[in-house]
Each structure stands twice: as structure tokens, then as C-alpha cells.
């Protein structure tokens, strides 16, 4: 083992020659979260829920990695205006939600991007990688129409639906 050089505090000056790759390792999986430990996990939950803080109902979309690939379940899916929608990831994360900001009208930008927290991106969210993890937009002031999204690092394997609020 290689002795370390010592301050007077007692503290190492020189680190431990892995110090780094340890170090990058754990602020890697601090940004993208934990992989999935099991891909075959199900999740059993209502498709449409009463939400107590809104107004609407609360219409859950799963994100699959399954023998029917990488998708969103629902893909396309027709809300009411106040409604929320909760992604949850089930399986094959990391996975996100992001919006087309040149198919989403000049007058929803604002309210899609207020409804949407921690964005990565102009009207992207955060990738969500942990088991059962979940991602939530309010529709409450989006206006009404069609908002096409996808999940970021799947959307060359297909995965994308569209959002119909009414």
C-alpha cells in the first residue's frame, strides 16, 4: 500500500491514485441516478387517478423497455385542461420527457415550461433512472392542442406520443 503524504492537519495532500475514477463514478450516478436493478419490474398502478392538489385527474403514462421495446404506455394520450400527468419509470431507464418547442405553440411554451420542474432543457425534463421513479406535469394553464413528446436518449428506438389536451 502506498504511504500517503501527511499536512499537519493530518490530512492526505496526495490522493489515492483511484481517488478519481471513484470520485467520477459516484458524481456520474448522483447526476443520472441508479440503473434499474431488475428490467422485468411491473408496476401496478390505476391508469386514472383523483389528485387532491389539482383539480383534474391524474393519468399515469409507464416508461417500458419490454418484448414490445422501448415506449411510453400510453403513447398517445387526450386530457382535459388541469389535468396531470405522472411519468413513472418501470423499466428500461433512464428515461425522460421533452416536447418539440417548434410544434408547441408561441402561447404554451410559458405555461408547458412552468408546469414542467427541473428541465434539463428548454422543455425537457430531468432523466429519471431509479426504480419507479416519476416525473409530473400539470396541464392546469396549458392551453389547449397537440403537444408531440419523447423520451431524449430513446427516441431513435421509437420512443415518443403525443399529448392531446382539450
Known amino acids: 500500500m502506498r504511504p500517503l503524504a501527511r499536512s499537519f492537519t493530518g490530512l492526505a495532500r496526495t490522493p489515492h491514485p483511484h481517488a ?6 459516484l458524481a456520474l450516478t ?3 441516478g441508479a440503473p434499474a436493478v431488475d428490467g422485468r419490474t411491473a408496476l401496478a398502478v390505476p391508469r386514472f387517478s ?7 385527474r391524474t393519468v399515469i403514462v409507464k416508461m417500458l423497455l419490454n418484448g414490445q421495446g422501448m415506449r411510453f404506455d400510453p403513447a398517445n394520450i387526450t386530457i382535459d385542461k388541469g389535468d396531470v400527468i405522472t411519468f413513472v419509470n418501470v423499466s428500461g431507464g433512464p428515461h425522460n420527457v ?36 416519476m416525473y409530473k406535469i400539470s396541464f392546469a394553464n396549458v392551453p389547449a392542442g397537440q403537444y408531440p413528446y419523447w423520451c431524449t436518449p430513446h427516441l431513435a428506438m421509437g420512443m415518443k406520443g403525443v399529448i392531446t389536451v382539450r
Open 98 to 133: 421533452a416536447f418539440d418547442a417548434s410544434k408547441v405553440a408561441a402561447s404554451a411554451k410559458t405555461p408547458l415550461s412552468a408546469a414542467m420542474p427541473n428541465q434539463i432543457m428548454a422543455l425537457t425534463g430531468p432523466l429519471i433512472s431509479a426504480p419507479n421513479g
Open 20 to 25: 478519481r475514477r471513484v470520485f467520477g463514478a
Open 50 to 56: 383523483r389528485s387532491a392538489s389539482y383539480e383534474g
Open 30 to 32: 448522483a447526476l443520472i
